[in-house]
Protein backbone atom coordinates (compact mmCIF):
# COMPACT_ATOMS: atom_id res chain seq x y z
CA UNK A 1 0.00 0.00 0.00
CA UNK A 2 1.06 3.80 -0.36
CA UNK A 3 1.80 5.49 3.16
CA UNK A 4 3.39 8.74 4.09
CA UNK A 5 4.74 8.84 7.83
CA UNK A 6 5.38 12.46 9.88
CA UNK A 7 5.49 12.84 13.43
CA UNK A 8 1.99 13.88 15.24
CA UNK A 9 3.17 16.75 16.85
CA UNK A 10 6.29 19.21 17.77
CA UNK A 11 6.96 21.90 19.75
CA UNK A 12 9.33 24.27 18.83
CA UNK A 13 10.55 27.74 20.36
CA UNK A 14 10.09 30.86 18.93
CA UNK A 15 13.46 32.72 17.03
CA UNK A 16 14.51 28.49 16.97
CA UNK A 17 14.77 26.26 13.94
CA UNK A 18 12.88 23.32 13.73
CA UNK A 19 13.07 20.10 10.91
CA UNK A 20 9.93 18.30 9.96
CA UNK A 21 10.94 14.71 8.73
CA UNK A 22 8.54 13.04 6.04
CA UNK A 23 9.15 9.39 4.69
CA UNK A 24 6.58 7.76 2.10
CA UNK A 25 6.27 4.84 0.42
CA UNK A 26 4.27 5.15 -2.90
CA UNK A 27 3.84 3.27 -6.32
CA UNK A 28 5.53 5.68 -8.39
CA UNK A 29 6.89 9.03 -7.94
CA UNK A 30 5.97 12.29 -9.28
CA UNK A 31 6.81 14.83 -6.87
CA UNK A 32 6.62 15.79 -3.55
CA UNK A 33 4.82 18.54 -1.90
CA UNK A 34 4.46 20.52 1.64
CA UNK A 35 1.73 22.23 2.64
CA UNK A 36 1.15 24.47 5.63
CA UNK A 37 -2.77 24.64 7.11
CA UNK A 38 -3.71 26.63 9.99
CA UNK A 39 -6.18 25.22 12.04
CA UNK A 40 -10.06 26.27 10.51
CA UNK A 41 -8.55 27.38 7.47
CA UNK A 42 -7.53 25.40 3.68
CA UNK A 43 -3.91 24.21 3.29
CA UNK A 44 -1.78 26.39 1.30
CA UNK A 45 0.86 25.38 -0.90
CA UNK A 46 4.70 25.84 0.56
CA UNK A 47 7.43 23.96 -1.61
CA UNK A 48 7.70 21.37 -4.08
CA UNK A 49 10.19 19.24 -4.54
CA UNK A 50 10.95 16.68 -7.65
CA UNK A 51 14.93 16.20 -7.56
CA UNK A 52 17.02 15.31 -4.62
CA UNK A 53 18.53 17.97 -3.46
CA UNK A 54 17.68 21.25 -1.09
CA UNK A 55 14.80 24.25 -2.17
CA UNK A 56 15.28 27.50 -0.22
CA UNK A 57 12.80 29.63 -0.10
CA UNK A 58 13.21 32.30 2.38
CA UNK A 59 12.79 30.94 6.23
CA UNK A 60 11.56 27.58 4.22
CA UNK A 61 13.73 24.83 3.03
CA UNK A 62 12.58 21.39 1.85
CA UNK A 63 15.21 18.22 1.20
CA UNK A 64 14.55 15.71 -0.69
CA UNK A 65 16.23 12.00 -0.96
CA UNK A 66 14.43 9.83 -3.31
CA UNK A 67 16.76 6.72 -3.03
CA UNK A 68 15.54 6.98 0.74
CA UNK A 69 11.90 7.75 0.15
CA UNK A 70 12.62 10.96 2.76
CA UNK A 71 11.88 14.84 2.86
CA UNK A 72 12.05 17.04 5.52
CA UNK A 73 10.84 20.93 5.74
CA UNK A 74 13.26 23.28 7.55
CA UNK A 75 11.59 26.37 9.15
CA UNK A 76 13.97 29.01 10.78
CA UNK A 77 14.00 31.80 12.59
CA UNK A 78 10.30 30.74 14.02
CA UNK A 79 7.68 32.92 14.69
CA UNK A 80 4.60 32.99 16.13
CA UNK A 81 2.59 32.61 13.05
CA UNK A 82 4.32 29.58 12.06
CA UNK A 83 1.84 27.54 14.66
CA UNK A 84 0.33 25.19 12.16
CA UNK A 85 -0.24 21.90 10.65
CA UNK A 86 2.44 20.83 8.03
CA UNK A 87 1.05 18.56 5.33
CA UNK A 88 3.08 15.92 3.35
CA UNK A 89 1.76 14.94 -0.08
CA UNK A 90 3.69 12.53 -2.32
CA UNK A 91 2.50 12.46 -6.33
CA UNK A 92 2.58 9.54 -7.34
CA UNK A 93 2.57 7.52 -10.69
CA UNK A 94 -1.41 8.09 -11.43
CA UNK A 95 -0.31 11.69 -10.66
CA UNK A 96 -2.68 11.38 -8.03
CA UNK A 97 -1.80 13.22 -4.69
CA UNK A 98 -0.95 11.08 -1.60
CA UNK A 99 -0.95 12.62 1.85
CA UNK A 100 0.43 12.60 5.17
CA UNK A 101 -1.58 12.96 8.27
CA UNK A 102 0.39 16.06 8.98
CA UNK A 103 2.22 17.51 11.77
CA UNK A 104 1.25 19.63 14.29
CA UNK A 105 3.59 22.78 15.00
CA UNK A 106 3.66 24.45 18.38
CA UNK A 107 5.47 27.63 18.88
CA UNK A 108 5.83 28.64 22.68
CA UNK A 109 7.21 32.06 23.17
CA UNK B 1 -13.59 36.21 -7.70
CA UNK B 2 -10.24 34.99 -6.93
CA UNK B 3 -8.92 31.26 -6.88
CA UNK B 4 -11.36 28.96 -5.86
CA UNK B 5 -14.51 29.31 -3.72
CA UNK B 6 -16.63 26.96 -1.64
CA UNK B 7 -20.60 27.10 -0.60
CA UNK B 8 -21.77 26.59 2.06
CA UNK B 9 -19.37 27.38 4.63
CA UNK B 10 -21.13 25.34 6.58
CA UNK B 11 -24.07 22.89 7.32
CA UNK B 12 -25.47 21.14 9.24
CA UNK B 13 -27.83 18.05 7.72
CA UNK B 14 -30.47 15.46 8.61
CA UNK B 15 -29.57 11.64 7.89
CA UNK B 16 -30.78 10.72 4.96
CA UNK B 17 -31.45 14.25 3.09
CA UNK B 18 -29.36 15.44 0.36
CA UNK B 19 -27.05 17.80 -0.30
CA UNK B 20 -24.94 19.57 -2.90
CA UNK B 21 -21.86 21.23 -1.97
CA UNK B 22 -20.46 24.09 -4.64
CA UNK B 23 -17.26 24.53 -5.91
CA UNK B 24 -15.91 27.18 -8.27
CA UNK B 25 -12.72 28.44 -9.66
CA UNK B 26 -11.28 31.47 -11.75
CA UNK B 27 -8.24 30.12 -12.78
CA UNK B 28 -8.84 28.11 -15.56
CA UNK B 29 -7.69 25.32 -13.95
CA UNK B 30 -8.21 22.22 -16.36
CA UNK B 31 -8.25 19.62 -12.83
CA UNK B 32 -10.51 19.65 -10.11
CA UNK B 33 -10.37 17.84 -6.66
CA UNK B 34 -12.49 16.94 -3.47
CA UNK B 35 -11.17 16.30 -0.62
CA UNK B 36 -12.15 15.13 2.89
CA UNK B 37 -10.34 15.66 6.30
CA UNK B 38 -10.93 13.75 9.29
CA UNK B 39 -9.40 14.26 12.52
CA UNK B 40 -6.18 12.80 12.47
CA UNK B 41 -5.82 11.34 9.18
CA UNK B 42 -4.85 12.92 5.77
CA UNK B 43 -6.64 14.56 3.31
CA UNK B 44 -8.45 11.47 1.05
CA UNK B 45 -9.59 12.29 -2.13
CA UNK B 46 -13.20 11.16 -2.82
CA UNK B 47 -13.63 12.48 -6.83
CA UNK B 48 -11.40 14.27 -9.21
CA UNK B 49 -11.90 15.88 -12.95
CA UNK B 50 -8.88 16.04 -15.06
CA UNK B 51 -10.82 18.17 -17.19
CA UNK B 52 -14.43 19.46 -18.33
CA UNK B 53 -16.79 16.42 -19.22
CA UNK B 54 -14.50 13.67 -17.10
CA UNK B 55 -14.54 12.43 -13.92
CA UNK B 56 -12.78 9.60 -11.72
CA UNK B 57 -13.20 7.75 -8.52
CA UNK B 58 -10.77 9.13 -5.96
CA UNK B 59 -10.19 6.91 -2.52
CA UNK B 60 -13.47 7.23 -1.09
CA UNK B 61 -15.85 8.03 -3.18
CA UNK B 62 -18.87 5.78 -2.00
CA UNK B 63 -22.13 7.54 -1.04
CA UNK B 64 -20.60 10.58 -3.32
CA UNK B 65 -21.18 12.15 -7.04
CA UNK B 66 -19.53 14.87 -9.21
CA UNK B 67 -19.99 16.55 -11.94
CA UNK B 68 -18.21 18.21 -14.46
CA UNK B 69 -20.23 20.62 -16.89
CA UNK B 70 -17.72 23.10 -17.06
CA UNK B 71 -14.09 24.44 -16.59
CA UNK B 72 -15.45 26.11 -13.79
CA UNK B 73 -17.25 24.16 -11.65
CA UNK B 74 -17.46 21.02 -9.80
CA UNK B 75 -20.05 19.99 -7.39
CA UNK B 76 -20.15 17.72 -5.00
CA UNK B 77 -23.42 15.87 -4.24
CA UNK B 78 -24.26 13.23 -1.10
CA UNK B 79 -27.51 11.64 -2.19
CA UNK B 80 -28.39 10.47 0.80
CA UNK B 81 -26.05 11.54 3.82
CA UNK B 82 -24.86 9.41 6.50
CA UNK B 83 -23.40 10.45 10.17
CA UNK B 84 -19.80 9.05 8.33
CA UNK B 85 -19.97 11.52 5.86
CA UNK B 86 -19.50 14.08 9.10
CA UNK B 87 -16.31 16.14 7.63
CA UNK B 88 -14.79 19.04 6.46
CA UNK B 89 -14.83 19.49 2.55
CA UNK B 90 -11.84 20.74 0.45
CA UNK B 91 -12.44 21.70 -3.41
CA UNK B 92 -8.67 21.99 -5.21
CA UNK B 93 -7.81 22.52 -8.47
CA UNK B 94 -4.62 22.29 -10.36
CA UNK B 95 -2.96 23.44 -13.97
CA UNK B 96 -2.42 19.96 -15.54
CA UNK B 97 -0.77 21.39 -19.09
CA UNK B 98 2.36 21.59 -17.55
CA UNK B 99 4.69 22.90 -14.69
CA UNK B 100 4.34 21.27 -10.95
CA UNK B 101 0.72 20.50 -10.94
CA UNK B 102 0.78 22.22 -7.59
CA UNK B 103 -3.00 21.97 -6.09
CA UNK B 104 -4.78 25.30 -4.81
CA UNK B 105 -7.46 24.69 -2.28
CA UNK B 106 -10.69 26.45 -1.39
CA UNK B 107 -11.50 27.50 2.16
CA UNK B 108 -13.73 24.23 2.65
CA UNK B 109 -17.21 23.13 3.98
CA UNK B 110 -17.47 21.83 7.43
CA UNK B 111 -20.42 19.39 7.03
CA UNK B 112 -22.13 17.64 9.98
CA UNK B 113 -24.45 15.12 9.40
CA UNK B 114 -26.75 14.15 11.93
Known amino acids: GQNIDQPTEMTATEGAIVQINCTYQTSGFNGLFWYQQHAGEAPTFLSY??LDGLEEKGRFSSFLSRSKGYSYLLLKELQMKDSASYLC??????????WGAGTKLIIKP | IAGITQAPTSQILAAGRRMTLRCTQDMRHNAMYWYRQDLGLGLRLIHYSNTAGTTGKGEVPDGYSVSRANTDDFPLTLASAVPSQTSVYFCASSDRTGGTDTQYFGPGTRLTVL
Open chain 1, 49 to 50: NV
Open chain 1, 89 to 98: AVMDSNYQLI
